[in-house]
């Protein structure tokens, strides 16, 4: 089993920044792919961004690219979400995940996923 732990929420105005970061434990050497979703009320859940692990190759969903970054830390087996020039539209409910194996485009769904964290509020005020 996987644990994962979502920290780094809260309330930013527009323009500002976050750091989320998801702490990992249990069978941690299984994970090979780690993503971070979002869902806003009423919308379904969306792909952020990903990182594959062993590479550490990673992408990004457009609308965030080039002011989202992620990023891990083996060390702390923790992965992190840095988020700059937020937008309201960026308010949301964020969700780590975590996968055994290695996807394609599969890994941008978070069907794909088998484990979950409890997620983290993000408010960006206008």
């Known amino acids: 089993q996987v644990q994962l732990v979502e920290s780094g929420g809260g309330l930013v105005q527009a323009g500002g920044s976050l750091r989320l970061s998801c702490a990992t434990s249990?069978?941690?050497?299984?994970?090979?792919?780690m993503a971070w979703f979002r869902q806003a009320p009423g919308k379904e859940r969306e792909f952020v961004a990903r990182?594959?692990?062993?590479?550490?190759?990673?992408n990004s969903a457009d609308s965030v690219k080039g002011r989202f970054t992620i990023s891990g830390d083996n060390a702390k087996n923790t992965v992190y979400l840095l988020m700059n020039s937020l937008k309201p539209e960026d308010t949301a409910v964020y969700y780590c995940?975590?996968?055994?194996?290695?996807?394609?485009?599969?890994?941008?769904?978070?069907?794909?996923?088998?484990?979950w964290g409890q997620g983290t509020q993000v408010t960006v005020s206008s």
């Open positions: 995940a975590a996968q055994v194996g290695l996807g394609s485009s599969n890994a941008n769904s978070p069907s794909w996923y088998s484990y």
């Open positions: 249990g069978r941690t050497f299984s994970i090979y792919t």
């Open positions: 990182m594959d692990l062993p590479a550490g190759r990673a």
